[in-house]
């Protein structure tokens, strides 16, 4: 008997994939879920959110592909480099962004979309727009 499972388990690994061996086509949902959505919409790889957080490239796709959530110390920093909250990673549920008087209408679109940029294009747009600004303040200040 243990010839014979011995065999079957060769066998198993040494079989090519063939058409009755199908991919999981379940939607995934949770923590793993999540994270792919927030990192895809922050415009990352998952080798530069690794780099971000500071955790090896492996455990950002196993965070992806399964439920389990990251540590609670990996958390903040994860929720940090993706724009999200720590809450909006494990429950899916972001907090009412708090109206503090900034721009309205076309240009809080453009921030918005900014701010999901890659970090290396969202220093681009700064470096268009902070000499707009400054100009206008020591106008103002004259």
Not at 44 to 66: C, D, H, K, M, Y
Not at 71 to 98: D, Y
Request: proline share 7%; aromatic share 6%; net charge positive.
């Amino acid at each position: 008997m243990q010839e014979e499972s011995f065999v079957f388990f060769q066998t198993v690994e040494t079989a090519p994939y063939d058409g009755a061996m199908k991919r999981c086509t379940a939607p995934r949902q949770g923590v793993g879920a999540r994270l792919t959505d927030l990192r895809r919409q922050a415009g990352l790889s998952q080798q530069q959110l690794a780099e971000r957080v500071g955790v090896p490239l492996a455990n950002i796709g196993f965070w992806e592909r399964t439920s389990t959530p990251p540590s609670s110390k990996v958390l903040p920093a994860l929720a940090e480099a993706l724009g999200a909250t720590v809450e909006e990673i494990l429950t899916g549920k972001a907090k009412p962004a708090a109206r503090k008087g900034g721009p309205a209408g076309r240009m809080r679109q453009l921030f918005d979309a900014a701010s999901k940029l890659p970090r290396s294009q969202q220093e681009k747009v700064a470096a268009v727009l902070e000499p707009f600004v400054l100009q206008h303040t020591q106008s103002r200040e004259a």
